[in-house]
């Protein structure tokens, strides 16, 4: 009975650690998420800010407006690839808190197999025990009968 004590102790703790490991992984995706969507609000703002400047091009644009229009653009791309970075970084930590919730699932899942195993055997070995019983019950009955019969 105290190694199913054990047992269920290390289940407890490991469901502990299996639910914290989660949450820190959703946290991680939620991160990445908003990372992906920020890089996204860049893209498209580069994007209408460079079709802005085509549509003034063709109107016609000073050599000092067309060098700010390119200054901008440049320090958007410097936005988005620094945006890039942090969206890299963002999916390591997905990948390491993933892998961390996968190693604490399967320890968990490890310990429940090890309580599934005793359980079975405590079963068997009561189920055994209880037919003993039986059998020397109706054993006794047997020579009771025999001699009172």
Known sequence: MAQQSAIATLIELAEKDADEAAKVLGKAISAHED????????????????AKLQNMAAGGLTISQFSNFNAFIAKLDEAVNGQQMVVRDAERRVELAKTNWQAIEKRRLSYQ???????????????KRDQKQTDDFASRSYLNKLRNG
């Open 35 to 50: 990372t992906i969507s920020k890089l996204n609000l860049l893209l498209q703002y580069r994007s209408d800010y460079e």
């Open 113 to 127: 197999t090890l309580k599934n195993r005793a359980d079975t055997a405590q079963q068997q070995k009561e189920a």
